[in-house]
């Protein structure tokens, strides 16, 4: 109970609390409980219709396998010294890892503003920094179990293991990290369903399919090549590559300096986005 003249509280047994200092919570610096919930519940939207986030992606990459190998696969030489079967597996691998991190926040804030029920996120006790980590967790582990299930097809269907399983992990989760929280951040801005899309189909696709997916960036004009150097998710791409098959465009270790980068400023935008309550609150 609070004591309406000093502001004091009083606890079960009659003593008497200090006030809490302004801006400080009951629970703590963190609050715990609702951190879980807010991960557990991402993470269940998509363990949910495992069908449609997991399943499909996985057939996805699959068919592009089948497709490039049936029609360049046999014309094509090698890159990078092997076959290019082999060399577009990373970064189909990739690919499909940032689609589905962005594919998760973004559906999940987008639907919840559309629905009207983005209050039953906004309305507990959570601050911007922990509403940020939730939505993370959802996108990271879902971009995780894609990239473990599309690996165990990759060795099952071409006899392709990682050569640096430890440089794969840390580039999915960079790349899962950076496009959940682009996903965010699109998530907040758009305002309907059709302004998601238009983001994802001339902004995320783009970006993913121009980073080297599917060629090595030393075929392309000096221009593109230029352009394509300033695209980060080429070198989220580039390092998968390397952990897959030992062979990469460009440095490993200044992939990851790009991707730790990339993953702290697009999370200090959604951060901040969070705290203001940006395009959030009516």
Known sequence: MRDTMTGARTGREGAVEAPRPHGTRRFGRVNWLGLYTLCQREILRFTNVWTQTLLAPLVTAGLFIVIFTIAIGPSRGDVMGVPFTTFIAPGILMMTVIQNAFAN?????????????????????????????????????????????????FWLAIGLVPEHPLVVLVFVLLGAAFLAGLGMVAGIFAEKFDQMAAITNFIVTPLAFLSGTFYSVEALPPVMYEITHLNPIFYLIDGARYGMIGQSDSSPWLGFVVGVVSVAAITVLAWSMFRRGYRLKA
């Open 105 to 153: 926040t973004s559906s999940s804030i987008v639907i919840a503003k559309v629905q009207g029920n983005i209050v039953d996120t906004l309305m507990p006790p959570l601050s911007g920094g922990e509403m940020v980590i939730g939505y993370l967790a959802g996108g990271i582990a879902r971009g995780l179990v894609v990239a473990v299930a599309i690996t165990a097809g």
